[in-house]
Protein backbone atom coordinates (compact mmCIF):
# COMPACT_ATOMS: atom_id res chain seq x y z
CA UNK A 1 0.00 0.00 0.00
CA UNK A 2 2.66 2.55 0.94
CA UNK A 3 4.33 2.02 -2.77
CA UNK A 4 1.00 2.71 -4.06
CA UNK A 5 1.09 5.92 -2.47
CA UNK A 6 3.99 6.55 -2.86
CA UNK A 7 3.35 6.03 -6.93
CA UNK A 8 0.26 8.14 -6.68
CA UNK A 9 2.27 11.03 -4.96
CA UNK A 10 3.28 13.15 -8.19
CA UNK A 11 -0.26 13.70 -7.42
CA UNK A 12 0.34 15.12 -3.98
CA UNK A 13 2.31 18.26 -5.88
CA UNK A 14 -0.59 19.35 -7.52
CA UNK A 15 -2.80 22.59 -5.95
CA UNK A 16 -5.74 20.71 -6.58
CA UNK A 17 -7.34 19.43 -3.63
CA UNK A 18 -10.04 17.54 -4.77
CA UNK A 19 -7.30 15.45 -6.76
CA UNK A 20 -5.16 15.44 -3.48
CA UNK A 21 -8.11 13.76 -1.69
CA UNK A 22 -9.42 11.45 -4.26
CA UNK A 23 -5.63 9.57 -4.57
CA UNK A 24 -5.27 9.61 -0.68
CA UNK A 25 -8.94 8.40 -0.62
CA UNK A 26 -8.40 5.33 -2.86
CA UNK A 27 -5.32 4.86 -1.07
CA UNK A 28 -6.43 4.33 2.12
CA UNK A 29 -10.08 2.93 1.09
CA UNK A 30 -11.54 6.10 2.72
CA UNK A 31 -13.98 8.99 1.28
CA UNK A 32 -13.81 10.94 4.65
CA UNK A 33 -10.39 12.59 6.50
CA UNK A 34 -7.33 10.01 6.69
CA UNK A 35 -6.72 9.59 10.43
CA UNK A 36 -3.01 9.71 11.28
CA UNK A 37 -3.24 6.74 13.89
CA UNK A 38 -6.15 4.83 12.31
CA UNK A 39 -4.77 4.74 8.58
CA UNK A 40 -1.32 6.40 8.67
CA UNK A 41 0.41 5.03 11.97
CA UNK A 42 -0.40 1.57 11.10
CA UNK A 43 1.31 1.69 7.48
CA UNK A 44 4.36 2.89 8.75
CA UNK A 45 5.03 0.58 11.76
CA UNK A 46 4.00 -2.15 8.94
CA UNK A 47 6.68 -0.74 6.58
CA UNK A 48 9.63 -0.48 9.40
CA UNK A 49 8.69 -4.23 10.61
CA UNK A 50 8.83 -5.60 6.99
CA UNK A 51 12.36 -4.30 6.50
CA UNK A 52 13.54 -4.41 9.86
CA UNK A 53 13.70 -7.97 10.67
CA UNK A 54 16.72 -9.91 10.04
CA UNK A 55 17.07 -11.18 6.60
CA UNK A 56 20.50 -11.22 4.91
CA UNK A 57 18.81 -11.66 1.33
CA UNK A 58 17.15 -7.81 1.93
CA UNK A 59 20.81 -6.49 2.20
CA UNK A 60 21.77 -5.93 -1.45
CA UNK A 61 20.53 -2.42 -1.03
CA UNK A 62 22.35 -0.98 1.82
CA UNK A 63 19.56 1.71 1.94
CA UNK A 64 16.81 -1.14 3.70
CA UNK A 65 19.57 -3.80 4.65
CA UNK A 66 17.87 -4.47 8.10
CA UNK A 67 21.12 -5.22 10.20
CA UNK A 68 22.20 -0.99 9.01
CA UNK A 69 18.85 0.46 9.61
CA UNK A 70 18.91 -0.93 13.47
CA UNK A 71 22.14 0.49 13.40
CA UNK A 72 21.41 3.70 12.73
CA UNK A 73 17.65 3.68 14.63
CA UNK A 74 19.70 3.14 18.11
CA UNK A 75 22.62 5.70 17.05
CA UNK A 76 22.85 8.25 20.16
CA UNK A 77 24.35 11.52 18.69
CA UNK A 78 27.05 12.11 20.92
CA UNK A 79 30.25 14.18 20.65
CA UNK A 80 31.41 12.91 23.88
CA UNK A 81 32.22 9.24 22.38
CA UNK A 82 34.66 10.23 20.34
CA UNK A 83 37.42 10.57 23.15
CA UNK A 84 36.68 6.91 23.74
CA UNK A 85 38.59 6.03 20.49
CA UNK A 86 41.70 4.37 20.56
CA UNK A 87 44.68 6.84 19.79
CA UNK A 88 46.29 4.55 17.81
CA UNK A 89 43.69 4.70 15.16
CA UNK A 90 43.40 6.86 12.19
CA UNK A 91 40.42 8.66 11.96
CA UNK A 92 39.43 10.22 8.06
CA UNK A 93 36.51 12.27 7.70
CA UNK A 94 35.42 12.78 3.82
CA UNK A 95 32.00 15.67 3.87
CA UNK A 96 30.52 17.29 0.91
CA UNK A 97 30.16 20.56 1.18
CA UNK A 98 26.89 20.59 -0.54
CA UNK A 99 25.63 17.93 2.18
CA UNK A 100 22.38 18.24 2.70
CA UNK A 101 22.16 15.23 4.90
CA UNK A 102 25.20 15.56 6.86
CA UNK A 103 25.70 19.58 6.74
CA UNK A 104 29.32 19.82 6.29
CA UNK A 105 29.79 22.17 10.04
CA UNK A 106 29.34 18.49 11.96
CA UNK A 107 32.13 17.36 10.41
CA UNK A 108 34.13 20.44 11.61
CA UNK A 109 32.54 20.06 14.90
CA UNK A 110 33.34 15.94 14.52
CA UNK A 111 37.14 17.25 13.76
CA UNK A 112 36.98 20.03 16.96
CA UNK A 113 36.48 17.45 19.32
CA UNK A 114 39.05 15.23 18.11
CA UNK A 115 41.60 18.28 18.57
CA UNK A 116 40.18 18.81 21.76
CA UNK A 117 40.61 15.24 23.19
CA UNK A 118 44.31 15.00 21.76
CA UNK A 119 43.34 12.49 19.20
CA UNK A 120 46.55 12.31 17.54
CA UNK A 121 46.08 11.23 13.79
CA UNK A 122 42.80 12.28 12.49
CA UNK A 123 42.15 14.46 8.73
CA UNK A 124 39.32 16.31 7.71
CA UNK A 125 38.62 16.76 3.99
CA UNK A 126 35.75 18.74 2.79
CA UNK A 127 34.61 18.49 -1.27
CA UNK A 128 33.18 21.89 -2.40
CA UNK A 129 30.05 21.43 -5.03
CA UNK A 130 30.05 18.02 -3.77
CA UNK A 131 26.83 16.86 -1.88
CA UNK A 132 26.04 13.51 0.04
CA UNK A 133 27.38 11.25 -2.34
CA UNK A 134 30.34 12.97 -3.53
CA UNK A 135 28.53 13.99 -6.55
CA UNK A 136 28.14 17.69 -7.43
CA UNK A 137 24.52 18.04 -6.52
CA UNK A 138 22.85 20.08 -3.76
CA UNK A 139 20.36 16.98 -2.97
CA UNK A 140 20.54 13.81 -2.47
CA UNK A 141 21.33 12.91 -5.93
CA UNK A 142 23.40 9.75 -6.93
CA UNK A 143 25.85 9.49 -9.28
CA UNK A 144 29.59 8.29 -9.57
CA UNK A 145 31.92 9.72 -6.57
CA UNK A 146 33.99 12.15 -8.15
CA UNK A 147 37.48 10.16 -8.75
CA UNK A 148 39.77 12.73 -6.81
CA UNK A 149 37.78 11.75 -3.77
CA UNK A 150 38.58 8.17 -4.81
CA UNK A 151 42.40 9.25 -4.85
CA UNK A 152 42.25 11.14 -1.60
CA UNK A 153 40.70 8.46 0.00
CA UNK A 154 43.19 5.51 -1.68
CA UNK A 155 46.19 8.26 -0.82
CA UNK A 156 45.23 7.81 3.34
CA UNK A 157 44.50 4.30 2.99
CA UNK A 158 47.50 3.89 1.43
CA UNK A 159 49.23 6.21 3.96
CA UNK A 160 47.50 4.01 7.20
CA UNK A 161 48.76 0.75 5.69
CA UNK A 162 52.03 0.85 5.72
CA UNK A 163 51.96 -0.15 2.06
CA UNK A 164 53.64 2.10 -0.67
CA UNK A 165 52.41 2.57 -3.88
CA UNK A 166 54.65 6.02 -5.49
CA UNK A 167 52.12 6.80 -8.61
CA UNK A 168 48.81 7.71 -6.03
CA UNK A 169 49.16 10.52 -3.99
CA UNK A 170 46.82 12.92 -2.56
CA UNK A 171 44.80 15.78 -4.15
CA UNK A 172 45.98 18.98 -2.76
CA UNK A 173 42.83 21.57 -3.88
CA UNK A 174 40.36 19.80 -1.39
CA UNK A 175 39.64 21.35 2.00
CA UNK A 176 42.25 19.29 4.21
CA UNK A 177 42.53 19.81 8.31
CA UNK A 178 43.76 17.42 10.23
CA UNK A 179 46.14 16.77 13.31
CA UNK A 180 48.86 16.05 11.50
CA UNK A 181 47.77 18.42 8.44
CA UNK A 182 48.16 22.10 8.19
CA UNK A 183 47.36 22.44 4.87
CA UNK A 184 44.15 23.71 3.50
CA UNK A 185 43.53 24.83 -0.51
CA UNK A 186 40.20 24.43 -2.58
CA UNK A 187 39.24 22.44 -5.43
Excluded at 32 to 43: E, T
Excluded at 100 to 113: E, G, I, N, Y
Aim: proline residues 6%; charged residues 15%; positive net charge.
Amino acid sequence: MLRNLLVSSSVLRTNNTKDITNTLGKAFGTTAYISIDKHLNPLLIKTYENITPFNPSKCNNIGVCPILLRSLFSLTPNLSIIGNVSKSIGILILNGENDSQTPVQQAFLLKQRLTEVNHPDHTLITYPNLGHTFYPEWLTSIGPIQPYVLADLYAWLEAHSGLSNSDITPTTTASITGANTNSSSKR
